[in-house]
């Protein structure tokens, strides 16, 4: 591993870390009874799943986001990428904090193209690093459909 690369990695672990602690503590806020009684799709995943999910694809993040940043840089990634992660734990904000789903829905849609952005920048200087990007949108297109779901459900 280079030294730049570690250095990166170390960057954007500090910065997802931050955004997961943040995101994490505005869940944390919306649990319980009002979380519990909104309808939801029996295809919902539980809590303890959907932590880890989130756990490993901060990685995958920081991960893509330091062989970007040591190929490169990427040309306007570490903006996208801050954009992001504002966005990522302002949903949290919206859905649970604000108690907002429909509001998190309009807003899961910006994250869902800052992460296409990303993939996009990302393939400029690094096929693997745009590859480990995928599940991340993935997932968020999946959490905007469970989201979807839990507005129509109100």
């Given at each position: 591993?280079?030294r730049?690369?570690a250095?990166?990695?170390a960057?954007f672990?500090?910065?997802v870390a931050?955004?997961?602690?943040?995101?994490?503590?505005?869940?944390?806020?919306?649990l319980g009874?009002w979380?519990d009684?909104?309808?939801k799709?029996?295809w919902?995943?539980p809590?303890?799943v959907i932590?880890?999910?989130?756990?490993?694809l901060f990685?995958?993040?920081?991960?893509?986001?330091a062989?970007?940043?040591?190929?490169?840089p990427?040309?306007g990634?570490?903006a996208?990428?801050?954009?992001n992660?504002?966005?990522?734990a302002?949903w949290?904000?919206l859905?649970?904090?604000?108690r907002?789903?429909?509001a998190?829905l309009?807003?899961?849609?910006a994250?869902?193209?800052?992460?296409?952005?990303?993939?996009?920048l990302?393939?400029?200087?690094?096929?693997?690093?745009?590859?480990?990007?995928?599940?991340?949108a993935a997932?968020v297109?999946?959490?905007?459909f469970?989201n979807?779901?839990i507005?129509?459900?109100?």
């Amino acid at each position: 591993m280079s030294r730049q690369f570690a250095i990166a990695l170390a960057v954007f672990g500090a910065m997802v870390a931050a955004t997961a602690a943040v995101g994490g503590r505005f869940t944390a806020s919306g649990l319980g009874p009002w979380y519990d009684g909104l309808a939801k799709p029996a295809w919902t995943p539980p809590g303890s799943v959907i932590g880890i999910v989130w756990g490993v694809l901060f990685l995958l993040v920081a991960l893509a986001s330091a062989l970007v940043w040591s190929a490169g840089p990427a040309r306007g990634y570490l903006a996208l990428l801050i954009v992001n992660l504002i966005l990522n734990a302002g949903w949290s904000y919206l859905f649970f904090v604000v108690r907002a789903p429909a509001a998190a829905l309009a807003e899961l849609l910006a994250l869902a193209l800052t992460c296409l952005g990303l993939i996009h920048l990302a393939s400029q200087v690094s096929t693997p690093a745009a590859w480990l990007l995928v599940p991340y949108a993935a997932w968020v297109a999946f959490a905007g459909f469970l989201n979807w779901s839990i507005v129509r459900l109100r």
